[in-house]
């Protein structure tokens, strides 16, 4: 298992480090120092995403990131109170998932999932705003 071509092509074309781990038949992908639009404690993360076998044709399914992430004002973020240990380190987990439908196998891939990402932090703010 490793990250597909056109997911490893994605992320080079645009200057995005990472590394690839295998770990519970999921490819473990960390980006280190991803960005984190303001409204947040930190700007920047190390965001983990497990691709599950099968991936772009299954779907991936949450994602993690260390250190922990809140608003700005203290609140904590729904759905972000569980911390989960993966690769020797302790994650914040972002339990969100596709509705059936939502992810097209054989279009979308790790592109697609991290502009969904990115727009889950901003949405998350966004609604503090609200």
Same mark, same amino acid.
């Given at each position: 298992?490793?990250?597909?071509?056109?997911?490893?092509?994605?992320?080079?074309? %645009?200057?995005?480090?990472?590394?690839?781990?295998?770990?519970?038949?999921?490819?473990?992908?960390?980006l280190p120092d991803w960005p984190v639009p303001p409204g947040y404690n930190?700007?920047?993360?190390?965001?983990?995403v497990r691709l599950p076998a099968g991936f772009p044709d299954a779907a991936?399914?949450?994602?993690?990131?260390?250190?922990?992430?809140? %608003?700005?004002?203290? %609140?904590?973020?729904?759905?972000?109170?569980?911390?989960?240990?993966?690769?020797?380190?302790?994650?914040?987990?972002?339990?969100?998932?596709?509705?059936?439908?939502?992810?097209?196998?054989?279009?979308?891939?790790?592109?697609?999932?991290?502009?969904?990402?990115?727009?889950?932090?901003?949405?998350?703010?966004?609604?503090?705003?609200?």
């Amino acid at each position: 298992m490793s990250l597909p071509g056109a997911d490893a092509a994605h992320l080079a074309e %645009r200057g995005i480090a990472y590394t690839t781990q295998v770990e519970s038949g999921m490819v473990c992908v960390v980006l280190p120092d991803w960005p984190v639009p303001p409204g947040y404690n930190r700007t920047s993360v190390d965001l983990l995403v497990r691709l599950p076998a099968g991936f772009p044709d299954a779907a991936p399914d949450m994602w993690w990131v260390d250190p922990a992430l809140v %608003r700005a004002d203290g %609140r904590p973020v729904e759905a972000t109170q569980i911390t989960e240990v993966y690769l020797g380190r302790s994650w914040q987990r972002w339990s969100r998932h596709f509705s059936p439908g939502q992810w097209r196998p054989g279009i979308d891939g790790l592109e697609t999932y991290l502009a969904r990402i990115r727009g889950e932090l901003l949405r998350s703010i966004q609604q503090v705003a609200a």
